[in-house]
């Protein structure tokens, strides 16, 4: 069993940064793959970005490549993600998830354990 609780989330102007943290409790954190959505009032979730459990593959969404960067901490159990640059469109509130299945960490649906959100506000 692995709970997970986002924080870091706020009031940005465009063009600031907000790094994002993900703490977990369990056992068994640092086997998961970890990734982090983000779901906009009346859109579906999105992925952004995930982490293999060794840190040693991580992947983005095409609209944050270059200005976000996700990293974990297995010690602390604790996963990041620090977001550059931020832009409007990325206001939403960001969830992290924890998944068994790296191959499908952009899918949603194969996440055992979600946390709670943090929002994310991007003012022009």
């Known amino acids: 069993q692995v709970q997970l609780v986002e924080s870091g989330g706020g009031l940005v102007q465009a063009g600031g940064s907000l790094r994002l943290s993900c703490a977990a409790s369990g056992r068994t954190f640092a086997s998961y793959a970890m990734g982090w959505f983000r779901q906009a009032p009346g859109k579906e979730r999105e992925f952004v970005s995930g982490?293999?459990?060794?840190?040693?593959?991580?992947e983005y969404t095409d609209s944050v490549e270059g200005r976000f960067t996700i990293s974990r901490d297995n010690a602390k159990k604790t996963v990041y993600l620090q977001m550059s640059s931020l832009k409007p469109e990325d206001t939403a509130v960001y969830y992290c998830g924890g998944t068994a299945y790296r191959n499908n960490w952009s899918d949603p649906s194969w996440y055992a354990y979600w946390g709670q959100g943090t929002q994310v506000t991007v003012s022009s």
């Open positions: 982490i293999s459990w060794d840190s040693g593959s991580t």
